[in-house]
């Protein structure tokens, strides 16, 4: 084979073990470079899912700041994390690429214990400005002349820590360098002033025509003019002015603007980025790119493959899933069916309609759903504001982002005594996502708050009741359900019970052991139940439905009759219903042993729900050994 035919079919990827050998590449080696990432991006994300779309979209974006950084020297920062595997590719964890997502294979988000070059453990948004502001002003306390740089997603920008940091950030006025990757598409559709002000500046006819019109001027004027000339601005007060109104709103924060620019031409971004270290203080770049590059189907489906479970890549269709509606799906088909016989319920999320099951609410009561962007504080305060109004606000946000609001829930809605159903989709272990994302601490944090009923359905029967009840209630009411596809009980056309608040239920009779659970965990209990009785084990299963208030009634007579207690929860123990229930039972001296299981004083990483039910000892196997101990 001749040199340049051997040449082409090697992969420039598998040249790359570090970001320093970017630079010996050309720039059409570099669009080769590029083209490979994406397969492998793809093919990896087929096996197991993950966030294709967005990092399709910033792989030029990534490739030049890596060119222009010298990291792990340089600090870069992510924004949640959803674009971050070409930064993985690039820097050594190539050959480990396709275990992403899987149990103990390499995370789908940045996590500085998996690499040196990972500054921050990314998942949640908005925080990415804050941290970069750490490194940069410890840089400046060192007399380090590091670049700290920080890639935030449009969405995220809008969220209010960002907004925070950014006015700090003015204050500050020390060198950062700010990539803003607008592809105009979060999750859910992207709202509020800011998004419709980038929309309105990548859509500038006026930006358009002008450009030409001062090349010239400006790349003669130094690092400043060329980098603004490239950044499509021209003077600060007089081009940007004329051709992009109210494109001051950033440099009203104290901060150098420049934008838009094609977040998928390598040259151009790596000599912008250049020029905007020669500047010595804080500056944005507005880089345009497209969601989902290089692949048809993210491209004409990105909300699809945000976050994609496995797929077929000649088609991009997902693979088969279990025939049984999730849990959302429930959620969101129930919540339709109650709207349309109260006109007074209305449906908020954070940017997250189609995660929740808000969508098709949204399309039958569109002047009733509000989606309020990366906001999950203003959300709950936002339903708050209608609960006092008079509305029935179900307000769905995940559990882990609902750690967010925990003020909000205090100050805005409990304190007050607001009748809002708050709606916790993803509660309890959520796999493949991680530690930033199980949704572990709810039960044990809310479980703080006076007046907060907290409900966890174990069936789908229960989840659409406990939403009824919460209708009913008058009073704060939070539900919280897993990700995940639900235990299999009919449930369609079944009529609507209120449930008694605080009450629990006995579900199978027996004469050893006492097994107390709370939530969806049940389902795999009662199972191990059966089997313990196999075994010659006697299992009385009790569903307590609430994890607050418990129903002290069930305990008292839990207490008098059995000496060894299992309790499950798929949530923390420490503060969890494990401890509220020992601590009932020494309360009124009842000679109980309870044996608790759930989630220690430890963090859950990454693997399939089931791989990190058997990690944490309560699967169907873990409880059915804790069941057997406990009644010899």
């Not at 009203?252 to 020669?278: L, N």
């Not at 944090?445 to 007046?451: K, L, N």
Request: aromatic fraction near 8%; hydrophobic fraction near 40%; charged fraction near 20%.
């Amino acid at each position: 084979m001749a040199r340049n035919d051997q040449a082409l079919t090697e992969k420039i990827l598998d040249t790359i073990e570090s970001p320093a050998d970017l630079g010996r590449l050309s720039y059409d080696e570099l669009e080769r470079l590029a083209f490979e990432m994406r397969a492998e991006m793809i093919a990896a994300t087929s096996l197991h899912g993950g966030h294709l779309a967005p990092s399709l979209g910033a792989v030029e974006l990534i490739i030049a700041l890596h060119r222009v950084l010298d990291c792990p020297r340089d600090r870069l920062v992510f924004d949640v994390g959803h674009q971050a595997y070409a930064h993985k590719l690039l820097t050594g964890r190539r050959r480990q690429f396709k275990t992403l997502r899987t149990y103990d294979g390499i995370s789908g988000f940045p996590k500085i214990t998996e690499s040196a070059y990972d500054a921050h453990d990314s998942g949640h948004a908005s925080d990415s400005l804050s941290t970069a502001l750490g490194y940069a002003l410890a840089r400046d306390l060192d007399g380090s002349d590091a670049t700290i740089a920080a890639l935030i997603g449009d969405a995220s920008f809008t969220g209010g820590m960002a907004l925070e940091a950014l006015n700090d950030i003015g204050r500050a006025n020390t060198p950062l360098l700010i990539v803003l990757n607008d592809n105009g598409m979060s999750i859910s559709p992207n709202v509020g002033g800011f998004s419709a002000y980038l929309a309105k500046v990548r859509m500038s006819s006026q930006y358009t025509n002008l450009r030409n019109q001062v090349e010239d001027a400006f790349n003669s004027s130094g690092a400043l003019g060329r980098l603004l000339m490239r950044g499509g601005n021209a003077a600060k007060e007089s081009f940007k002015q004329i051709v992009l109104p109210g494109a001051t709103f950033l440099e009203g924060f104290g901060v150098t603007y420049v934008g838009p620019v094609d977040g998928h031409d390598i040259q151009t971004m790596e000599r912008i980025f250049r020029d905007a270290k020669e500047l010595g203080g804080p500056v944005v770049v507005h880089a345009v790119t497209v969601k989902g590059k290089g692949y048809g189907p993210a491209e004409n489906n990105p909300a699809l493959f945000h976050g994609v479970g496995p797929f077929d890549i000649a088609t991009g269709t997902p693979k088969p899933k279990a025939s049984t509606p999730t849990w959302t799906q429930v959620f969101s088909d129930e919540l339709v069916k109650l709207a349309g016989d109260d006109p007074d319920i209305v449906a908020i999320t954070a940017a997250m309609a189609d995660g929740t099951g808000l969508t098709g609410f949204a399309k039958e009561f569109p002047d009733r759903f509000f989606d309020v962007g990366i906001a999950e504080g203003h959300a709950v305060t936002f339903s708050a504001g209608l609960a006092a109004a008079g509305m029935v606000p179900f307000c769905n946000i995940y559990s882990s982002f609902m750690q967010r609001a925990y003020d909000n829930v205090i100050h805005d809605v409990a304190i007050q005594d607001l009748p809002v159903v708050m709606c916790l989709d993803r509660g309890g272990i959520v796999g493949e996502d991680g530690v930033t994302h199980h949704g572990v601490f709810d039960m044990a944090a809310f479980g703080a708050v006076p007046g907060l009923t907290i409900a966890a359905p174990m069936d789908e029967l229960e989840l659409r009741n406990m939403m009824y009840t919460g209708l009913q209630y008058g009073h704060p009411f939070m539900i919280r359900y897993p990700r995940g596809n639900g235990a299999g009980r009919l449930w369609r056309g079944v009529p609507f019970e209120a449930l008694p608040v605080g009450r629990g239920r006995r579900l199978r009779e027996g004469t050893d052991v006492a097994l107390v659970t709370v939530g969806t965990v049940g389902n795999a209990a009662a199972r191990a139940a059966e089997r313990a009785a196999a075994k010659g084990v006697s299992v009385a299963h009790y569903d307590l439905r609430f994890a607050k208030p418990l129903d002290e009634a069930l305990l008292a007579g839990v207490g008098a009759e059995f000496r060894h207690v299992v309790t499950v929860e798929d949530g923390s123990l420490r503060g969890g219903v494990g401890e509220a229930v020992t601590a009932f039972f020494n309360a009124r001296g009842c000679e109980v042993a309870v044996h608790s299981l759930g989630i220690g004083d430890e963090w859950v990483e990454h693997g399939t729900p089931a791989q990190l039910y058997a990690l944490c000892g309560y699967d169907e196997e873990g409880i059915l050994r804790a069941l057997l101990a406990a009644g010899k």
